[in-house]
């Protein structure tokens, strides 16, 4: 169970990676008197930016445990819960006692300058997770290398599913995030206080520019923060020892399950079969159903992100509970791998203050809708005991759905199936990339050809057809000639 925690966001000092980590880490460890004493673990969650390559040692020696068991972790906004699991999984099988798991961003700092200076007597912390890159190498040469630019391809299929124009979809993304916001407008720790309103975040403005088709600026995670955040795991019978079993919230359940891998890959671009693997075997490891469930957090980089997560969950996005306890990361915050230790302290949160039946659900995700983790938290005992759900048989299905992929083509008719038009600050289109089927079925990444940049300005291709090229400029990227689209 989770017997402690902590979060802080700083407005105002500067502060690096490693010392706003500790600083949460203090705090919780502070919340549950006794506890450092049998800390035999020290996780900290992969830092983006100036963490430097031991933050987990040099957090365990600043704050002096003991412990010769630290790590870091890959990338992937997945790991937070992740960790949880495999920490509930080891405590729970007797290899560990109690671990501290913390982390951080503090790109605003960081911009004015603040890093964690260099260490060179600490040998580099060992790295947890799977390191696999997000996108292929073909994806990349096309332009799909980053969030921005990736998450909107998804969002296009689910508008082309729904018959939407780029600005409907945007309309209806607002009354989604609008909820988000109004979370995150009365949570204590959110970088934003107002709460938008759905016209706000959906209408494009000078302060709210189309950054990709079909997202405004203030439905992107916002990275410009100086968050952290840490929770401590323990078991009950620890907890109770030390005094503290008023105050634990209990792991019901975890699980973890990946798509496949990369996105053009996917056999169904707007859906989530991981998601939807990992949400069955945790309910049914703990014996429960969603109507169960009193609190969610969904992870929200993006609304892709967010759609595709309820729709796997069988979530209506408007339900009436809600899909988050932050606000989620474009109004909350969005501290880079360690938004979802903020998710999982504010669940802990509301359950201890809550009912005792009270359950809620944590998702987070790595990549690009790729690597997810899914906890079920409760503020009385599972009657089951703490259990993790296996999701061994559905990983092996999710793998061998993966579609067969083209690296080139030349003179090829492709049917896209899921596009965005990406633009810089100034507004004229500096990309359009998609993702195609070619006549055999097998997929292939494109890009739009720099003198046809302008043609797909404020549209979505999916559904048309076009030519593809793989002659120019090199063998990886491939370049869509738009004067003949067909749609």
Same mark, same amino acid.
């Given at each position: 169970?989770?017997?402690?925690?902590?979060?802080?966001?700083?407005?105002?000092?500067?502060?690096?990676?490693?010392?706003?980590?500790?600083?949460?880490?203090?705090?919780?460890?502070?919340?549950?008197?006794?506890?450092?004493?049998?800390?035999?673990?020290?996780?900290?969650?992969?830092?983006?930016?100036?963490?430097?390559?031991?933050?987990?040692?040099?957090?365990?020696?600043?704050?002096?445990?003991?412990?010769?068991?630290?790590?870091?972790?890959?990338?992937?906004?997945?790991?937070?819960?992740?960790?949880?699991?495999?920490?509930?999984?080891?405590?729970?099988?007797?290899?560990?006692?109690?671990?501290?798991?913390?982390?951080?961003?503090?790109?605003?700092?960081?911009?004015?300058?603040?890093?964690?200076?260099?260490?060179?007597?600490?040998?580099?912390?060992?790295?947890?997770?799977?390191?696999?890159?997000?996108?292929?190498?073909?994806?990349?040469?096309?332009?799909?290398?980053?969030?921005?630019?990736?998450?909107?391809?998804?969002?296009?299929?689910?508008?082309?599913?729904?018959?939407?124009?780029?600005?409907?979809?945007?309309?209806?993304?607002?009354?989604?995030?609008?909820?988000?916001?109004?979370?995150?407008?009365?949570?204590?720790?959110?970088?934003?206080?107002?709460?938008?309103?759905?016209?706000?975040?959906?209408?494009?403005?000078?302060?709210?520019?189309?950054?990709?088709?079909?997202?405004?600026?203030?439905?992107?995670?916002?990275?410009?923060?100086?968050?952290?955040?840490?929770?401590?795991?323990?078991?009950?019978?620890?907890?109770?020892?030390?005094?503290?079993?008023?105050?634990?919230?209990?792991?019901?359940?975890?699980?973890?399950?990946?798509?496949?891998?990369?996105?053009?890959?996917? *056999?169904?671009? +707007?859906?989530?079969? %991981?998601?939807?693997? &990992?949400?069955?075997?945790?309910? #049914? $490891? !703990?014996?429960?159903?969603?109507?169960?469930?009193?609190?969610?957090?969904?992870?929200?980089?993006?609304?892709?992100?967010?759609?595709?997560?309820?729709?796997?969950?069988?979530?209506?996005?408007?339900?009436?509970?809600?899909?988050?306890?932050?606000?989620?990361?474009?109004?909350?915050?969005?501290?880079?791998?360690?938004?979802?230790?903020?998710?999982?302290?504010?669940?802990?949160?509301?359950?201890?203050?809550?009912?005792?039946?009270?359950?809620?659900?944590?998702?987070?995700?790595?990549?690009?809708?790729?690597?997810?983790?899914?906890?079920?938290?409760?503020?009385?005992? *599972?009657?089951? +005991?703490?259990?993790? %759900?296996?999701?061994? &048989?559905?990983?092996?299905?999710? #793998? $061998? !759905?993966?579609?067969?992929?083209?690296?080139?083509?030349?003179?090829?008719?492709?049917?896209?199936?899921?596009?965005?038009?990406?633009?810089?600050?100034?507004?004229?289109?500096?990309?359009?990339?998609?993702?195609?089927?070619?006549?055999?079925?097998?997929?292939?990444?494109?890009?739009?050809?720099?003198?046809?940049?302008?043609?797909?300005?404020?549209?979505?291709?999916?559904?048309?057809?076009?030519?593809?090229?793989?002659?120019?400029?090199?063998?990886?990227?491939?370049?869509?000639?738009?004067?003949?689209?067909?749609?």
């Amino acid at each position: 169970m989770i017997v402690a925690s902590a979060q802080h966001s700083e407005r105002n000092e500067i502060v690096t990676p490693i010392g706003l980590t500790e600083f949460v880490a203090v705090e919780a460890l502070g919340n549950a008197p006794g506890i450092s004493d049998h800390i035999d673990r020290v996780n900290v969650v992969g830092i983006l930016f100036g963490g430097g390559e031991a933050p987990a040692s040099l957090l365990a020696a600043r704050l002096h445990l003991d412990v010769s068991d630290c790590a870091t972790t890959t990338i992937g906004e997945n790991t937070p819960q992740w960790l949880v699991g495999r920490a509930a999984d080891d405590i729970a099988a007797g290899r560990a006692d109690a671990v501290l798991i913390a982390g951080t961003e503090t790109v605003r700092s960081q911009g004015l300058g603040a890093m964690t200076p260099p260490d060179p007597g600490r040998d580099p912390d060992p790295v947890d997770g799977d390191a696999r890159p997000g996108v292929s190498l073909e994806e990349i040469a096309v332009g799909l290398e980053l969030p921005a630019q990736v998450y909107p391809l998804f969002e296009s299929v689910l508008a082309a599913r729904a018959g939407h124009t780029n600005d409907e979809q945007r309309r209806v993304l607002g009354e989604i995030m609008t909820r988000f916001s109004a979370v995150g407008a009365a949570h204590p720790h959110a970088w934003f206080a107002e709460r938008l309103d759905a016209a706000a975040i959906a209408a494009p403005a000078p302060d709210n520019r189309i950054v990709a088709e079909p997202y405004t600026k203030r439905m992107n995670a916002f990275l410009g923060v100086d968050q952290g955040a840490a929770v401590v795991v323990t078991s009950l019978g620890r907890a109770l020892e030390l005094g503290l079993g008023d105050q634990v919230v209990f792991v019901w359940s975890a699980a973890d399950a990946n798509e496949v891998w990369f996105p053009s890959q996917r *056999p169904d671009l +707007g859906r989530s079969e %991981g998601i939807k693997e &990992a949400r069955t075997a945790v309910l #049914d $490891a !703990s014996g429960v159903d969603l109507d169960d469930i009193s609190s969610f957090d969904l992870y929200s980089c993006f609304p892709s992100a967010v759609q595709l997560a309820a729709a796997a969950l069988g979530l209506d996005p408007l339900d009436g509970r809600g899909l988050t306890v932050t606000g989620g990361l474009p109004y909350y915050g969005g501290p880079g791998n360690n938004y979802t230790t903020h998710a999982i302290a504010t669940m802990a949160d509301e359950l201890r203050e809550g009912a005792t039946d009270r359950l809620g659900l944590v998702s987070g995700l790595g990549w690009f809708i790729t690597k997810h983790s899914i906890g079920l938290y409760g503020a009385s005992p *599972p009657p089951r +005991g703490y259990r993790r %759900g296996n999701t061994s &048989a559905a990983q092996s299905r999710i #793998d $061998a !759905s993966a579609i067969p992929t083209l690296d080139s083509a030349t003179g090829e008719c492709a049917v896209v199936e899921a596009s965005t038009v990406i633009y810089d600050r100034g507004g004229p289109v500096t990309a359009a990339p998609v993702i195609a089927r070619v006549h055999d079925g097998r997929r292939i990444a494109a890009r739009a050809a720099s003198a046809e940049l302008p043609t797909p300005s404020g549209c979505s291709l999916v559904g048309a057809t076009v030519r593809v090229d793989g002659r120019r400029p090199s063998h990886h990227v491939v370049e869509l000639a738009l004067g003949n689209v067909s749609s």
